[in-house]
């Protein structure tokens, strides 16, 4: 898998980095594009955004190349997944407390009108 998801050469620094701090940070961006009632147009934006930080962290760290397009697109969609799924819990977590008398959780990341 090495040349295809990462370039590193131990799949621990691109776990560690790319999923464990970006999808922390992802996860994080992704409560408070929901908190703030922003949309998911403003959430993409802002992962595409992270993706380029992730992509320096690698370079600064581990001497990895900056701008590759394909190991940017990996790295953006790990950190996407992460952020919808941080999207998608605070934004039914607040369908379902603030209009708890329209909504009801049926699931950690969905709600259904009651």
């Known amino acids: ?3 295809i998801l990462y370039e590193e050469a131990s ?7 790319t999923c464990v701090l970006g999808g922390w940070t992802a996860w994080r961006t992704g409560k408070s594009v929901a908190e703030s009632w922003g949309g998911v147009p403003r959430l993409l ?4 955004l992270l993706g380029w930080g992730i992509r320096f962290i690698h370079h600064a760290l581990f001497n990895g190349t900056m701008f590759t397009l394909q190991y940017y697109i990996v ?3 790990v950190l996407l997944l992460f952020a919808t799924a941080g999207f998608r819990y605070y934004r039914t977590k607040q369908m379902a407390s ?10 950690p990341f969905s709600w259904k009108a009651k």
């Not at 799949?11 to 980095?17: A, G, R, T």
């Not at 934006?45 to 595409?48: G, K, P, R």
Request: aromatic fraction near 30%; hydrophobic fraction near 50%; charge should be negative.
């Open 1 to 3: 898998m090495q040349g």
């Open 75 to 77: 790295d953006t969609l």
């Open 11 to 17: 799949i621990w620094q691109f776990l560690f980095i």
């Open 45 to 48: 934006i802002y992962v595409a």
């Open 98 to 107: 603030m209009y708890y008398w329209l909504y009801e959780k049926t699931s």
